[in-house]
């Protein structure tokens, strides 16, 4: 396992015909998947007193679980036509209670 903390510094937005930049530190977990003998990094702003190492791997997996699961209703909502808030909310409960 590796765990660094990383400073990492980016411009923000033009204001006032300048470019500020900005600073944020940054937490940098690589965990070893058994598996496969791979290295995963993962990169969080979440501190180590709120969220373990080992813990980053299962919540980062969920996560990408939710945003495949939308990316994948966004395209079967494309042709939505419906206007009423129920036509909206019947195909998003078919589509939850399919993956349970």
Request: proline content about 4%; overall charge positive; charged content about 30%.
């Amino acid at each position: 396992m590796l765990e660094v903390e990383v400073e990492v510094g980016f411009p923000r937005r033009r204001y006032g015909g300048r470019v500020h930049r900005d600073t944020q530190r940054l937490r940098v977990v690589g965990l070893l998947n058994r598996e496969t003998g791979e290295y995963h990094l993962y990169v969080t702003n979440v501190p180590a007193e709120k969220l373990a190492a080992e813990d980053i791997r299962v919540v980062y997996s969920l996560r990408r679980q939710v945003e495949l699961f939308f990316k994948e209703l966004k395209l079967e909502l494309i042709p939505f036509r419906g206007r009423s808030a129920a036509s909206v909310v019947k195909p998003l409960h078919g589509g939850i209670s399919s993956r349970s």
